[in-house]
């Protein structure tokens, strides 16, 4: 378990750098793992794994802006989809992270995201296709409509 902490050092969340993990911290259900991170303005900040890893702490809190469009639905989705196939706890992860299903490493950041799926149109949801079992990554998602969405699903014998 100690050599797999180790091998995130230098991994970048948001702004963030891990530089090493730190003493964990006590929440309600046992401990979560807390890692020292290096933020782009050069300060540093003690963030829980459960936070770096659905991208709900990116900066040291920092007015260190980069795209803002924070509070968009093409970032709310880019945050979902890193948190269903990230967060273990996670209502749905059984259906992606679970199979498999990971994000790849451009869309690591939210600006790359950006650039290669454009902003989220009205009425539509991100679809893996042509390829619905494969890893959210350029060339294989698109923004769908509800019934595209419902015409690119795993059959019931597939579940």
């Known amino acids: 378990m100690r050599s797999i902490l180790f091998d995130l050092i230098g991994k970048r969340f948001g702004s963030l750098t891990l530089i090493r993990p730190a003493r964990p911290v006590r929440v309600s259900r046992g401990y979560r793992a807390r890692w020292l991170c290096l933020c782009d303005c050069g300060k540093t900040t003690y963030v829980r794994d459960n936070n770096l890893i659905s991208h709900n702490t990116t900066s040291c809190g920092c007015k260190h802006v980069t795209h803002r469009k924070s509070r968009t639905r093409t970032y709310k989705t880019w945050q979902s989809m890193w948190t269903r196939t990230a ?7 059984h ?9 790849c490493k451009r869309w690591e950041s939210f600006e790359n995201f950006f650039a290669d799926m454009g902003p989220r149109p009205p009425r539509r949801t991100i679809d893996r296709f042509p390829d619905m079992n494969g890893n959210y990554r350029p060339g294989n998602c698109r923004w769908a409509t509800a019934s595209q969405q419902r015409n690119n699903k795993r059959k019931r014998s597939e579940l």
Request: glycine share 18%.
């Open 87 to 93: 967060n273990r706890n996670h209502i749905a992860f």
């Open 95 to 103: 259906h992606y992270g679970g199979r498999g299903i990971r994000v």
